[in-house]
Nanobody, 119 residues
Framework: QVQLVESGGGLVQAGGSLRLSCAAS????????MGWYRQAPGKQRELVTA???????NYADSVKGRFTISRDNAKNTVYLQMNSLKPEDTAVYYC?????????????WGQGTLVTVSS
């Protein structure tokens, strides 16, 4: 079984910064990609950013230049550094991982962490 544990959400004023972490654990042979999605109240879940095992990244247009995804391969952990936060960044942020595990290919989701940006 593969699990993702997120941390780092909270309340921040507009213009501030937060750093989210997501650690993958379990029987993982390889991590194909990890990323972050978010879901604001009344809206669909959307991709924020993703990072492949080869190092390729993509970002939603709304966060380009403000958010940065990075990883620590030794810890199976991915980070999301969020700067210049805006009230419209308020959402539950979910970590996502696509891995090859003891059960084969899996797509796994974290439990979500709430980010609230006050104006």
């Amino acid at each position: 079984q593969v699990q993702l544990v997120e941390s780092g959400g909270g309340l921040v004023q507009a213009g501030g910064s937060l750093r989210l972490s997501c650690a993958a654990s379990g029987t993982i042979f390889s991590i194909l990609a990890m990323g972050w999605y978010r879901q604001a109240p009344g809206k669909q879940r959307e991709l924020v950013t993703a990072l492949t095992s080869g190092g390729s990244t993509n970002y939603a247009d709304s966060v380009k230049g403000r958010f940065t995804i990075s990883r620590d391969n030794a810890k199976n952990t991915v980070y999301l550094q969020m700067n210049s936060l805006k009230p419209e960044d308020t959402a539950v942020y979910y970590c996502n991982a696509r891995v090859v595990s003891g059960l084969g290919y899996l797509e796994v989701w974290g439990q979500g962490t709430l980010v609230t940006v006050s104006s």
